[in-house]
């Protein structure tokens, strides 16, 4: 499966920025989603992951609260919709895709290129 990661921007502390993931491919559906985050000479961390199902999530305790992951199977896209946005929410986000239903990222197979957020103060 191939990953394109859109709606990455500029905004400021408090705002909300939603970004999807586009997937080519006809197994979508089998594969548990997810989303990563680096910041500046930070390591990769998780953010949110959503099953097969589209109803089972995982957050970050960073983002519990403020950030939403949702798919639909049948446009092959995952989104996270991203609120009351802090500063410390500055990173390049990725999805991935991955058949293991868990916040480790070397259980992901396939990444998409990354999408820039910066929130301004």
């Known amino acids: 499966v191939q990953l394109q990661a859109s709606g990455g921007g500029l905004v400021q502390a408090g705002g909300s920025l939603r970004l999807s993931c586009a997937a080519s491919?006809?197994?979508?559906?089998?594969?548990?989603m997810g989303w990563f985050r680096q910041a500046p000479g930070k390591e990769r961390e998780f953010v949110a992951a959503?099953?097969?199902?589209?109803?089972?999530?995982n957050y970050a305790a960073s983002v519990k609260g403020r950030f939403t992951i949702s798919r639909d199977n049948a446009k092959n896209t995952v989104y996270l919709q991203m609120n009351s946005l802090k500063p410390e929410d500055t990173a390049v986000y990725y999805c991935?895709?991955?058949?293991?239903?868990?916040?480790?990222?070397?259980?992901?197979?396939?990444w998409g290129q990354g999408t820039q957020v910066t929130v301004s103060s």
């Open positions: 959503i099953a097969w199902d589209e109803v089972m999530t």
């Open positions: 991935a895709a991955g058949r293991s239903y868990t916040s480790s990222d070397y259980s992901y197979d396939h």
């Open positions: 491919g006809r197994t979508f559906s089998t594969y548990v």
